[in-house]
């Protein structure tokens, strides 16, 4: 039986992150990985360009039944802490907007770093390897069919349910259960809205169009793009909405589809126009998404016809439109998994299981989530980082 200080299991983000800090303190590390490719999800972010994380990255834009959980991991390790990993290896990088940070180049660029990182602080990497149970007396054995290998301590990184095409797995979540740890109920998150079949027959002339709108579910608003799909509704405004809904079905959001303006001011400033009412909107909206709002014989009437509570009644729509949502596109098409590990169970500052000592959780298998464009992964360096220096 191989003997190590800490074993990692999972080689996404928070597992990399986890194995190369514990490495650089001299512990004897061991990187379990089970399927044959590290960093998968890292290698597909950001359309092949990694968004490594986000500039405006804080505890206000994560989601966690405990929302002062993140505080402690997050101030730990910074976007500025991984910006000067990722300067230091001269990895060229660039803002996109609000705040959303890129690779110049390729994802592979952060894999590299990250593996060169864990080659630095002598982590050993074993792909391909299916750990199949842990258990724990005075040391971790942790049983795989490569063998069984020992530890003072074990690093859960195994992520979420979301893209099961690259090996996403509930692992993580019976594993927790196994050592008394209670799990907040997962469902897919950063995903792809579906709607009611009748909603869906009209919809369908839609698919395709974008519209920057400002997207509202109770509290939550998010002002960003939408796209209406062949199946509902897409885009970040959508996919940040997503993350907000206690369930899908029969769940109602709201989209101003025009939040930069005041359509009842102007409206009425151009109260005397020959132009027709959808002839006049079509100059802020696109013409299908026109002609599909058209409910109305008085759309097509010139503006000076159609009375001002009509005109009222018109922006109202446009800044208020209901959709009812009927699911989503599910974890295939989710960027993350909402719920995980619950965190009442952790320690806030090292990520450990307080019952538990020497086991720890990390990453998108516990109950955080954040926000779309790049929060998540800064949670996985500052949960990694966390239980990297801690164990």
């Not at 809904?245 to 020959?274: D, T, V």
């Not at 996985?380 to 966390?386: F, L, M, Q, R, V």
């Amino acid at each position: 039986m191989r003997s190590y200080d800490v074993i990692v299991i999972g080689g996404g983000a928070a597992g990399l992150m986890a194995a190369l800090q514990a490495g650089r303190r001299g512990r004897k590390v061991l990187l379990i990985e089970h399927t044959a490719k590290i960093g998968e999800k890292i290698r597909i972010s950001g359309g092949g360009r990694c968004n490594f994380t986000n500039l405006g990255a804080s505890p206000a834009n994560y989601l966690c039944t405990n929302p002062h959980f993140v505080k402690s991991a997050l101030s730990g390790f910074t976007q500025h802490d991984f910006i000067c990993m990722v300067e230091n290896h001269g990895i060229q990088y660039h803002e996109k907007t609000l705040g959303q940070l890129f690779c110049d180049g390729s994802s592979k660029q952060i894999i590299h770093m990250l593996l060169a990182e864990c080659q630095q602080a002598a982590v050993e990497i074993l792909l391909s390897c299916r750990v199949n149970d842990i258990s724990k007396s005075d040391h971790f054995s942790v049983i795989s069919d490569m063998g069984t290998f020992k530890a003072t301590s074990v690093i859960i990184a195994s992520g979420g349910l979301s893209i099961p095409q690259i090996g996403a797995s509930d692992f993580g979540y019976h594993l927790a259960q196994k050592f008394g740890v209670a799990i907040v109920a997962p469902q897919p998150a950063l995903v792809p809205l579906t709607v009611s079949a009748e909603d869906l027959q009209s919809f369908r002339s839609l698919s395709g169009i974008s519209n920057y709108s400002l997207v509202s579910y109770g509290k939550a608003k998010f002002a960003e793009n939408i796209l209406f799909t062949h199946r509902g509704l897409s885009g970040p405004a959508i996919l940040q909405i997503s993350s907000y809904l206690p369930s899908f079905a029969g769940q109602q959001i709201h989209i101003n589809l025009l939040p930069s303006l005041n359509m009842a001011e102007l409206l009425m400033e151009n109260k005397n126009s020959k132009k027709t009412l959808c002839n006049f909107l079509k100059q802020y909206l696109s013409d299908r998404l026109v002609d599909f709002m058209v409910d109305d014989p008085l759309w097509h009437q010139p503006l000076t016809e159609v009375k001002k509570v009509s005109l009222l009644a018109v922006a109202q729509r446009l800044h208020h439109f209901p959709v009812m949502i009927q699911g989503s596109e599910g974890y295939q098409k989710a960027e993350v998994t909402i719920g995980g590990v619950d965190t009442n169970a952790l320690s806030s500052k090292t990520l450990m299981v307080k019952s538990v000592p020497g086991l720890f959780f990390v990453g998108e298998v516990v109950d955080v989530t954040g926000w779309l464009g790049g929060y998540n992964f800064q949670w996985a360096w500052s949960s990694g980082y966390a239980a990297g220096q801690a164990c």
